[in-house]
């Protein structure tokens, strides 16, 4: 049981995505223009993580090693289509607003990153809680880069206005440049997060680990898939 | 006229990277330098053009004439994995050189959303099929400029003095933004 939790809060913070391991920028960078967008965005792919999650460990002794990255495609793929046909059917606005974005979810690193790293290695409970944990966080994070786009461009949170009235927002921070540059500034501010915590330790500062294609769980799948080649 | 405006508009106006987010972590893995960015960057036009030429016909013939639309994603995704892999072993029996110089990148396309964005961009905008084509060609060379672009500064920034905590990820994103800043100009052209 306690190791359940552990894989659970993993994706909580220390594996959090997208800001501790750099997964899945695309939808991040670009739903996120209001703190709704960013939730909706977040709660779909809760669903397809932990789904494609628990299908895959359970089926992790029939798959073919060498198909695997077909079928964990497969089966993402049909989970997606669920959401769409779901969001399309509950809250058609919000399908509207993510757009292009909804459908691509499939290709989004973090559902085949975790099916490649955990799921086809793990059971189904711990498969289960790791996709919970990491889908939560990354739910967590796009709300939290949503609100705060929302605030600084749009001067509202949830479509509510920010209490104080001198405050003039920054249209820019909705648009394509604030997504970037607001993205780039919290992940910096996590590594001086961490930097501060190690030193406080007594350890020495290790340098920031999300350097591109090396933090990306994807990468294993791109190095055994050229390995096989 | 409207070819050639279409064409801009996807390369500047609409970058595919800077303006519509798409294929951002590709363009953050792959941009550490030019040389990589270059390979990057031609083997995304190339499966780009080769998706949409699949994609298209079967939307056309197959999909929408039986009214299983819903299965656009399914299929697509199932389409363009395979392509990858078709493309693969085709360059490695048949023109060796090239697959040495763009086989690298092409297990990393199969996730990139670039090329599943725009197969369904082509069918949402509804483009006749040579229009979808021009268009994956100009969205794909939009992706390469942007790439050598953001790689060249990127060379630079490995050897200037950036504040520790900056350092990779950080500062490149920024340098994104900015320069998706300056592909914000181009908006003002299309009107």
């Known amino acids: 049981?306690?190791?359940?939790?552990?894989?659970?809060?993993?994706?909580?913070?220390?594996?959090?995505?997208?800001?501790?391991?750099?997964?899945?920028?695309?939808?991040?960078?670009?739903?996120?223009?209001?703190?709704?967008?960013?939730?909706?965005?977040?709660?779909?792919?809760?669903?397809?993580?932990?789904?494609?999650?628990?299908?895959?460990?359970a089926l992790r002794k029939i798959i073919p090693g060498k198909v695997r990255i077909a079928c964990f495609i497969v089966i993402a793929a049909s989970l997606v289509v669920a959401v769409e046909l779901l969001m399309q059917a509950y809250t058609y606005s919000l399908y509207q607003r993510l757009g292009i974005f909804v459908p691509l979810i499939v290709v989004n690193c973090?559902?085949?990153?975790?099916?490649e790293a955990f799921a086809s290695r793990n059971g189904v409970i711990p498969s289960i809680a790791d996709g919970l944990g990491m889908g939560l966080g990354f739910t967590m994070s796009l709300t939290f880069l949503g609100a705060l786009r929302e605030t600084l461009g749009n001067g509202t949170v949830f479509g509510i206005p920010v209490p104080w009235e001198a405050f003039r927002?920054?249209?820019?921070?909705?648009?394509?440049?604030?997504?970037?540059?607001?993205?780039?500034?919290?992940?910096?501010?996590?590594?001086?997060?961490?930097?501060?915590?190690?030193?406080?330790?007594?350890?020495?500062?290790?340098?920031p680990k999300n350097a591109a294609c090396a933090s990306c769980a994807a990468c294993n799948l791109c190095a055994t898939a050229r390995k096989e080649n | 006229m409207e070819y050639l405006m279409l064409f801009i508009s996807a390369i500047f106006i609409n970058n595919i990277v800077l303006v519509q987010y798409?294929?951002?972590?590709?363009?953050?893995?792959?941009?550490?330098?030019?040389?990589?960015?270059?390979?990057?960057?031609?083997?995304?036009?190339?499966?780009?053009?080769?998706?949409?030429?699949?994609?298209?016909?079967?939307?056309?013939?197959?999909?929408?004439?039986?009214?299983?639309?819903?299965?656009?994603?399914?299929?697509?995704?199932?389409?363009?994995?395979?392509?990858?892999?078709?493309?693969?072993?085709?360059?490695?029996?048949?023109?060796p050189p090239l697959h040495a110089s763009l086989g690298l990148f092409l297990p990393l396309i199969t996730t990139n959303c670039a090329v599943m964005g725009v197969a369904i961009m082509v069918q949402r905008g509804e483009y006749p099929f040579f229009k979808a084509l021009l268009f994956s060609l100009a969205t794909g060379l939009g992706f390469l400029i942007a790439l050598v672009i953001i790689s060249s500064i990127r060379e630079r920034l490995d050897i200037s003095p950036v504040p520790a905590v900056f350092r990779g990820i950080p500062v490149a994103l920024i340098t994104a933004g900015v320069m998706s800043l300056v592909f914000l100009a181009f908006q003002g052209m299309a009107a």
């Open chain 1, 1 to 57: 049981m306690p190791s359940v939790i552990k894989e659970f809060t993993k994706g909580l913070w220390d594996e959090l995505p997208p800001f501790r391991v750099v997964l899945g920028l695309c939808p991040t960078l670009a739903v996120t223009s209001t703190a709704e967008n960013g939730l909706g965005m977040g709660a779909a792919v809760l669903f397809v993580l932990t789904l494609s999650n628990a299908i895959i460990s």
């Open chain 1, 110 to 115: 973090i559902i085949l990153g975790r099916a």
């Open chain 1, 169 to 207: 927002p920054a249209h820019l921070m909705v648009m394509a440049p604030g997504a970037f540059i607001c993205l780039g500034l919290i992940l910096a501010g996590m590594n001086a997060f961490n930097r501060h915590m190690s030193r406080r330790k007594g350890e020495i500062p290790t340098e």
């Open chain 2, 22 to 95: 798409l294929g951002t972590c590709p363009f953050m893995g792959t941009s550490k330098s030019t040389d990589v960015a270059i390979g990057m960057g031609a083997a995304v036009i190339f499966v780009m053009l080769m998706a949409v030429a699949f994609t298209w016909p079967l939307q056309h013939y197959v999909l929408t004439p039986y009214g299983i639309g819903y299965l656009q994603t399914i299929v697509f995704i199932l389409v363009i994995a395979s392509l990858v892999q078709f493309v693969e072993l085709f360059l490695k029996k048949v023109i």
